[in-house]
C-alpha cells in the first residue's frame, strides 16, 4: 500500500520524462465532427479554443496535480512514481477516485501538447491501484486518505477511470490498458448496477436490496451514456447497451414527470419496480439539496449532451435541449445570471447566488445542441474559458472546454 504525501506543486511541463516509442496516436488537438447541426463558440477560431484549453490545462495542472512520495508501489517498483489529483485548495492532502478518473482522461486526450501526458497518466494509474476499494480490489477506494477503517468505491470515479483507460489504449496503442479498463468495466457491471434496474448503483457498498440504499437509488450525474457505449465496445457484453438505453430512459422519466417545466435532473432519484420516478428526498445522503439541482447535477448536461455530439442520440439531445433552453430562459441570456443550484420547479436555492463555473460549463456543452443557440452559447464560452475556481470546478469545467473546442473523443475499445 502507498503512503500518501502531499508533494511539490508541479509546473506547467515536466522535462526529460517522456519514454521513447510513446507517440501518441491521438495527439491534441483532434478536432471532432460531432453530431450534424452541432454548434461551436463561433467568436474564436478553432486554433483559439485549442490555446483555450492549453492555457486552462496548464493552470489546472499546476493547481491541482501532485507527485506523491511513495513507500511501496503497487509494482513493487522502487522507482516508480505516482500522481493524485488534490481535493482543492482548501483539502489539499485529501483525494478521491473521482478526481483520478477526471485526470486520467483529461490527461490521455492531453497527450502530444503535453510530452509528460503518458508519464503523469501511468502516475494517476498506480496511485487508483494502490488505493482499492475494501469490498472489490479491482474498484478504487473512493477517499484518500480514507476516514475511518474502511473504503469502498463510488461509481463515476471508477467509470471514468476505466474510460480513461480506453482513451490510453487508443492514445498509446498499449493493449494493457486494455486489458485493465475490462476488469474494472466488468467489476462496474457484477458490484454497481443494479441487476433488475440496469441503473448506476452509489458505490460497491449499496446492498441491493437494502432498506435505504438499495439498487433503485441512483445518482442522475452517473448517468454517463457515452461510458456505457464505448464499455460495450470494449467487452461486447450487451448489458452496456441496455444501461445506456435504461438511464436515457429514466432521464426523460424525470423530465416528463418531476421536472416537466425546467428539464433538470435531481442530484439524486428514486426509480421504483413499477417504474414510478421521484427526486431523492432532502438528506438522502449528502445534504438538504440531495432533491435538487445541485452541486452533483450540476454535470448531468454535460454527460448527456457529450454522448449526444458523439453519437448522435436523438434521446440525449432531447434531454440535453430541454436543459438548456430552459436555462437560457430562466436567466435570459445571461450566462453570468446562472446561479449555484435551483429546485426542479426553477426557482433558484436560498443562497446559492454564485455564478459558479460548474453549472455554467456543462450548460455550454448542453447549448451546443441548442439550433438557436448561437449567441448564448459565446456567452457561455465566454464566462468559462478562462476563469478558474477550484478543483471541482476547475477539472469539470476543463472536460467541457474539451468538448467545446472539439477535442474530446470516444475510444474505439479494441
Known amino acids: 500500500m502507498a503512503v500518501i504525501a502531499v508533494g511539490v506543486c508541479l509546473g506547467t511541463v515536466l522535462e526529460g520524462t517522456a519514454q521513447a516509442g510513446d507517440t501518441p496516436l491521438r495527439p491534441f488537438a483532434?478536432?471532432?465532427?460531432y453530431a450534424p447541426d452541432a454548434l461551436f463558440p463561433s467568436l474564436w477560431t478553432p486554433d483559439e479554443r485549442d490555446e483555450d484549453v492549453l492555457a486552462f490545462y496548464r493552470k489546472w495542472k499546476a493547481d491541482y496535480l501532485r507527485k506523491v512520495d511513495v513507500a511501496n508501489d503497487v509494482d513493487n517498483d522502487?522507482?516508480?512514481v505516482q500522481y493524485r489529483i488534490t481535493f482543492g485548495h482548501n483539502q489539499p492532502e485529501r483525494t478521491v477516485s473521482e478526481g483520478q478518473g477526471y485526470g486520467m482522461m483529461i490527461t490521455a486526450l492531453m497527450a502530444g501538447a503535453d510530452p509528460d501526458a503518458q508519464t503523469i497518466f501511468d502516475g494517476l494509474w498506480r496511485f487508483a491501484r494502490a488505493w482499492p476499494s475494501d469490498r472489490d480490489p479491482r474498484l478504487m477506494g473512493w477517499q484518500i486518505p480514507p476516514a475511518g477503517d474502511s473504503n469502498d468505491s463510488a461509481?463515476?470515479?471508477?467509470?471514468?477511470?476505466?474510460?480513461a483507460l480506453l482513451l490510453a489504449a487508443d492514445q498509446w496503442g498499449d493493449a494493457g490498458y486494455l486489458d485493465a479498463a475490462r476488469s474494472i468495466i466488468s467489476a462496474i457491471g457484477e458490484r454497481t448496477i443494479g441487476p433488475d434496474s440496469l441503473l448506476p448503483m452509489l458505490g460497491d457498498w449499496v446492498d441491493i436490496d437494502g432498506e435505504q440504499y438499495n439498487q433503485w437509488g441512483t445518482r442522475p450525474s452517473d448517468f454517463m451514456p457515452e461510458h456505457f457505449v464505448a464499455f460495450g465496445r470494449a467487452t461486447n457484453d450487451p448489458i452496456w447497451t441496455k444501461v445506456r438505453d435504461r438511464v436515457l430512459d429514466v432521464a426523460a422519466d424525470l423530465q416528463r414527470d418531476v421536472s416537466p417545466r425546467t428539464g433538470l435532473l435531481p442530484d439524486f432519484a428514486v426509480v421504483e419496480p413499477d417504474g414510478t420516478v421521484h427526486a431523492a428526498p432532502p438528506?438522502?445522503?449528502?445534504?438538504?439539496?440531495?432533491t435538487a439541482f445541485y452541486f452533483n447535477a450540476a454535470r448531468v448536461p454535460w454527460r448527456i449532451a457529450s454522448h449526444a455530439l458523439l453519437s448522435d442520440d436523438k434521446k440525449a439531445r432531447d434531454i440535453a435541449r430541454m436543459m438548456a433552453g430552459w436555462m437560457r430562459s430562466r436567466v435570459a441570456g445571461n450566462a453570468g445570471a446562472i446561479q449555484s443550484g435551483y429546485m426542479l420547479s426553477g426557482l433558484p436555492l436560498p443562497y446559492e447566488t454564485e455564478n459558479s463555473t460548474l453549472f455554467v460549463a456543462p450548460m455550454a456543452v448542453a447549448s451546443m445542441l441548442l439550433p438557436d443557440g448561437q449567441d448564448w452559447l459565446?456567452?457561455?464560452y465566454d464566462n468559462i474559458r478562462d476563469r478558474h475556481m477550484d478543483y471541482y470546478e476547475d477539472s469539470v469545467t476543463l472536460l467541457c472546454l474539451l468538448v467545446l473546442s472539439g477535442n474530446f473523443w470516444s475510444p474505439t475499445g479494441h
Open 378 to 380: 459565446n456567452d457561455l
Open 78 to 80: 522502487a522507482d516508480a
Open 283 to 290: 438528506n438522502y445522503l449528502e445534504g438538504y439539496y440531495d
Open 30 to 33: 483532434q478536432h471532432q465532427v
Open 155 to 163: 461509481f463515476d470515479g471508477d467509470a471514468d477511470i476505466a474510460f
